[in-house]
């Protein structure tokens, strides 16, 4: 029997409180409110009056993967999570490392590391605005910030130092066409597909994509990306200075995969939790001319690929979170993000099947580009 969310809770709750406990002798640890998240288990504690972070990784896998009992039965898990969190190469001692690696060599600005105890990870808070948050705000922004935020992690991720620190211990966790190829691969992701109550929709998408991924790499591809390059990983501290990250997952690959989870999960807040009047289309005009800045930069002969290398990720990166979203047990507490979208699954499933019908043709790179985005926008204003 796969375990249930509480069980699961309480375990990772008491692993946070005895890495506090060692991490700080003697300090008055007062556990606080958990995180929704479907990854990873996200925990705020006071320690001797400091608010803090607290995050932690169940066996490896997402809270989801857990919960649908992929790692088997509690006392599996027990047995198993005991072992992962003592593990040298467990995903937050890689992430512990990561942070490291963004404030040294990158000198990119992210949540300090306030320790790294038996595989749990405390981080400090960044008082601000989220970019997600800053986007529906003032909406007329949108390019420039999202510019902003992929240089800013470009040029930080391309110093000296930073490729050879992150080959040490990559996160592929949370790559793109990683993640897609994980979950939908053979005949195990069509029987996931039906259990999100959309497999019809979905079906057709996941064959469509699954063709597609099938393009000759893009010219450019060795360096280190962020890997989970979010509008909520990066915050806008209140006095106004350079973006702050959380939850790295740097990676060798493409950049345009940064380009595309940022894109994707933009759209995806539109579309679970649409704002009012004016601003999903002033975010959306913003999208485009951003992307459409970000291909004119390129060499024309490289253009049409990247468009098309783009499109495709974006999509296989919204199936991945839709189905993750729908496939957690009912009683795991959601984001409003995760929430707004499971709500509105059915406009999203609908929108990928109509953006992902013109992948099979040979539509260049710009059209499939201006496609997606009639889609997005018909799925925003229907
Ligand atoms: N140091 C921090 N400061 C502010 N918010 C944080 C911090 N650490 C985590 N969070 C919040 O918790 C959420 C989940 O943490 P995150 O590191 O992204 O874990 P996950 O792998 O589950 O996505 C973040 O999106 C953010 O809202
Ligand atoms: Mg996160």
């Known amino acids: 029997m796969p375990p249930k ?21 003697g300090a008055e640890v007062v556990a ?12 705020q504690l006071d320690v001797d009056g400091r608010r803090l972070y607290a995050k932690l990784s169940v066996c490896g896998v997402s809270l989801v993967s857990v919960l649908r009992g992929e790692c088997g039965d509690l006392p599996t898990v027990r047995a198993r999570q005991a072992a992962y969190l003592v593990s ?57 910030l999202l510019a902003l935020v992929v ?17 040490t211990g990559q996160i592929r966790e949370r790559g793109i066409a990683d ?6 691969n053979g005949l195990s992701g069509l029987l996931y597909l039906r259990e999100t109550g959309y497999g019809a929709l979905l079906d057709v998408v996941v064959i469509r994509l699954r063709k597609a991924r099938r393009t000759p790499s893009l010219p450019g591809g060795g ?3 962020f890997g989970d390059l979010k509008p909520e990983h990066a915050t806008f501290p209140v006095d106004g200075g350079r973006p702050v990250y959380l939850d790295p997952g740097l990676m060798r690959g493409h950049p345009v995969a940064d380009t595309a989870k940022l894109a994707s999960r933009t759209v995806l807040g539109l579309l679970g939790s649409p704002p009012e009047g004016d601003t999903a289309r002033t975010v959306l005009s913003g999208l485009d001319s951003f992307v459409r800045a970000m291909a004119r930069r390129l060499p024309a002969a490289e253009r049409d690929a990247w468009l098309r290398k783009l499109v495709l990720l974006l999509l296989m990166d919204t199936t991945n ?4 979203y729908l496939t957690a047990p009912a009683d795991l507490p959601l984001s409003a993000h995760a929430a707004g979208v499971r709500d509105h699954a059915h406009t999203v499933a609908q929108f990928l099947d109509r953006a992902t019908a013109p992948l099979p043709s040979d539509a260049d790179g710009p059209s499939l580009w201006r496609l997606y985005l009639t889609c997005v926008r018909k799925a925003v204003n229907p």
Do not use: C, H, N
């Open 223 to 225: 360096g280190v990306i």
């Open 32 to 43: 606080g409110p958990v995180t929704p998240s479907v990854t990873s288990y996200v925990q």
């Open 5 to 25: 969310v509480g069980d699961v809770f309480a375990m990772a709750g008491e692993q946070v409180l005895t890495a506090a406990r060692i991490a700080w002798p």
């Open 321 to 324: 979170i839709l189905t993750t």
């Open 88 to 144: 040298p190469g467990s995903l937050m001692a890689r992430e512990a490392a990561q942070l490291r690696t963004l404030a040294g060599p990158a000198a990119l600005a992210t949540v300090p590391l306030a320790a790294y105890t038996r595989g749990v990870l405390f981080t400090a808070p960044v008082p601000g605005r989220t970019l997600a948050e800053l986007m529906t705000a003032e909406p007329g922004r949108t390019r420039e």
């Open 179 to 184: 993640t897609f190829a994980r979950k939908f």
């Open 151 to 167: 240089r800013d992690v470009a040029d930080g991720l391309a110093r000296e130092g930073v490729a050879a620190a992150v080959d």
